[in-house]
């Protein structure tokens, strides 16, 4: 069942399609972006940092995005209402949104927040004997001044930031960086045109950007988002909810209806203690944006999670101790490399298309990607290289990396597709730390400490980022910035210089908006301190340790990553096979990675869709859409932008209600 109609506007350069585009990026709308970006690194920086209210950078779409659109939206009204200024165009608010959206999320959690810890940890704790890998570590790769380190967790005497020792390894963490966003970049552009003109897959989260700005879809969904009875119908029941909530946190008398709901504390015994994490999470946002997901992959999101619970029961019963089975993160990397390959060959037409356009050189810069093919096979050439290079020169051993980076390509390739097909609004939603202790549990660590140079066990805890952070599953945006601007008919080269400025600005101002509170008030004196700080120490401790004692290959994981891999094939083989076959491998591979906080949502967003389309037809179901995305939208409105605001600067109140988006 189609989920939403896909690709309704027509391709620009498709004979009869208008030939002009909206230029998108100017002169006020970079301006904007960077100016924005900087008010909403303040607002991460009191919400995550200094309170820890509200993780609003992992949102997607980033809460500090979403407000920076809403908030022009608002003042584009003015100015049509009051002035003769010229509003803000389409083309201008989705580069905006974009712009801060990314920059945000870069300033987060998964990204800054741990690398930093990961950096840093070895020079200032003790536990596990990390320090004596401080040797390890080069002045442009990290500070090695363990006094300057210090004051960062303890704060510094005069409240002052030492940049003299800072500014290098910023910026070439920043290169890093780079490196890796445009190699994400360029495999996404080549294999593009294969999910959206071939495939036609409904890119979910594009919808709601697109209605707020004015839809093109207007005949589909009804004239005016704003003006919608039935949107506000959904907002409002969204910031009910959300209100009752806050009104309980002010006053614990007031009755409140909670964001879960415990069902395994009805199991205690054995075996049913197994089904032990069992709970039913109220995501709004998640039932909004889910309503737009195809059937099949709702289906199979709570249909594959029930079978893992009754799986980990069956395994108590056979002498299996209790959440042991049945690995589903095993499984889920299983999955993901396997989708990986299949979208591959499913997208080889396109890609063995691009590697002829490529080399003929032909131009490419009006299509949605931005850029010619050329630029393209380069570029993901070029930039995985570069983070070879850079591994290299850190002391890790190159042969180590490029496996390493193949796994995280194809993680964030298979993210990618999740984006697109099924639109579920998590950015954790991949096989975390998988795509590094797949590795370890398959092989040990025996190959690894006896690598070349000694300092590449060391270097790999370093890069677990890349495994347990969000910063390649941001391709996501990456993906669906070219299917906004294919829609929205914006000038393509526009998207290619906002995604990487964006990166820049948020990685400049998020690299301040985290070192100036950490010195003045010292990380370890502020809630939570550094994110990420304990699975730094965690994995230094291990990579010591493994020098000594080795870890031993893991059977019992190997075999659950090779059942996830055959299950992930199976079924699309299945649907290959049978055209109504009724579940997905999307699906299953979801629910291997974060099947406790989705199931709930898709099994509600699967009932409601079910029944609509049922009894309702499509004519219904595309009336009732609007619902939907009102209730999204109140969710990250209220949650989000109103109740993270008032959590910035007042944290007490918010911790009767915290909301994290991730």
């Known amino acids: 069942m189609t989920a939403f109609p896909a690709n309704p506007t027509p ?22 972006s960077v100016g924005l970006t900087v008010l909403c690194g303040v607002w991460v ?28 939206l608002g003042v584009n009204g003015l100015v049509r209402r009051f002035t003769r200024l010229r509003p803000l165009s389409r083309g201008e ?101 294969a999910w959206s003109e071939e495939e036609r897959l409904p890119f979910p989260l594009v919808v709601l950007p697109l209605e707020m700005t004015g839809a093109t879809e207007a005949r589909s969904l009804g004239a005016g988002f704003f003006r919608n009875p039935v949107m506000w119908a959904g907002f409002g029941f969204a910031a009910f909810y959300n209100g009752v909530n806050i009104l309980y946190s002010f006053n614990p008398s007031f009755p409140q209806f909670g964001k879960d709901f415990v069902l395994h504390d009805f199991f205690p015994e054995p075996p049913w203690n197994a089904l032990r994490p069992l709970t039913i999470h109220f995501r709004p946002e998640m039932i909004g ?70 080399w003929r050189g032909e131009p490419g810069k009006e299509r949605p990607e931005g850029i010619s093919y050329r630029t393209a096979v380069l570029g993901l050439v070029g930039g995985f290289v570069a983070v070879c290079v850079f591994c290299r020169m850190a002391g890790m051993a190159v042969w180590l990396i490029a496996v390493y980076l193949a796994i995280v390509l194809a993680v964030a390739l298979v993210y990618a597709r999740v984006r697109g097909e099924a639109g579920a609004p998590l950015v954790w939603l991949f096989p975390y730390y998988m795509q590094k202790n797949v590795l370890l549990y398959t092989f040990g660590s025996s190959p690894f400490a006896a690598a070349q140079p000694s300092s590449t066990l060391t270097l790999f805890a370093t890069f677990t980022f890349l495994a347990r952070g969000y910063f390649p599953s941001m391709i996501g945006y990456q993906l669906e910035g070219m299917e906004l601007v294919r829609r929205a008919r914006i000038w393509p080269r526009a998207l290619v210089i906002t995604v990487v400025l964006a990166l820049i600005v948020g990685w400049i101002v998020g690299w301040y908006q985290h070192l100036v509170p950490y010195y003045h008030h010292g990380a370890q004196q502020l809630r939570g301190g550094i994110w990420g700080w304990h699975m730094a120490v965690q994995e230094y401790t291990w990579a010591n340790q493994y020098t000594t004692t080795p870890k031993l ?26 055209a109504g076959f009724p579940l997905h491998p999307i699906g299953y591979a979801m629910t291997c990675s974060y099947g406790t906080l989705i199931w709930y949502s898709f099994l509600v967003v699967w009932v409601l869709k079910s029944l609509a389309l049922r009894y309702g037809g499509m004519n219904f179901y595309r009336k009732s859409i609007p619902f939907f995305l009102g209730l999204a939208l109140g969710h990250f409105a209220v ?23 991730g």
């Open 11 to 32: 391709d620009p350069h498709s004979p009869g399609a208008p030939a002009a585009f909206d230029r998108g990026l100017t002169v006020r709308s970079l301006l904007l």
């Open 93 to 193: 608010l989705i580069v905006i949104f974009l712009f801060v959206t990314i920059a945000t999320t870069v300033m987060g959690v998964g990204v800054q927040r741990f690398l930093l810890a990961l950096i840093t940890a070895p020079f200032y704790f003790e536990r596990g004997g990390i320090q004596v890998l401080q040797r390890h570590f080069q002045p442009w790769f990290a500070v090695t001044d363990p006094v300057l380190v210090k004051q960062l967790y303890e704060g510094s005497p005069d409240g002052r930031v030492p940049w003299h020792v800072w500014w290098l390894p910023a910026t070439m963490w920043l290169l890093f960086f780079l490196a890796l966003w445009w190699t994400l970049y360029c495999m996404v552009a080549l294999i593009y045109r």
């Open 289 to 358: 944006l889910g309503y737009l997901v195809s059937t099949e992959i709702s289906l199979t999101v709570w249909v594959t999670f029930l079978l893992h619970k009754l799986a980990a029961v069956v395994g108590v019963v056979n002498g299996y101790p209790a959440g042991q089975l049945p690995y589903a993160q095993e499984q889920g990397i299983g999955a993901y490399l396997v989708l990986a390959a299949l979208l591959l060959w499913m997208a080889r037409r396109q890609l063995l298309r691009a590697l002829r356009l490529a």
């Open 639 to 661: 949650a989000g932008i109103f109740w993270g605001l008032i959590g910035a600067w007042s944290g007490d109140a918010v911790r009767g209600y915290p909301v994290f988006f």
């Open 553 to 578: 290959p893991e059977p019992p994981r190997v075999a659950a990553t090779a059942v996830g891999g055959g299950v992930a094939l199976a079924l699309a083989l299945l649907r290959y096979r049978f």
């Open 45 to 72: 920086r009191q919400a995550e940092i200094v309170v820890l209210s509200t993780q609003i950078s992992e949102s997607i779409p980033a809460i500090p995005g979403l407000a920076a659109l809403i908030f022009l």
